[in-house]
């Protein structure tokens, strides 16, 4: 039996998220919420934010489902 470090690395990011959003979860709401600025009618500034927040859980999600789903043969 053998350590998968991949899936180590990805406990110990998961459970640093976890305690960033206990200890600041106003502003990490605040920043995921500006999403819904993406469209016309807001400033380029809200815009901007609100696409940073959406590649961010993107990438998120695109990370944790390749760690998942990697299979390695050696």
Do not use: Y
Request: glycine content about 8%.
């Amino acid at each position: 039996m053998s350590i998968k470090w991949d899936r180590v690395t990805a406990l110990i990011l998961a459970l640093f998220a976890f305690w960033l959003l206990v200890n600041n979860g106003q502003a990490v709401s605040a920043f995921f919420s500006s999403m819904k600025d993406i469209g016309p009618g807001h400033t380029a500034d809200e815009q901007t934010i609100g696409l940073i927040a959406f590649g961010l859980v993107g990438v998120c999600l695109v990370a944790i489902v390749k760690i998942l789903t990697q299979n390695r043969r050696k």
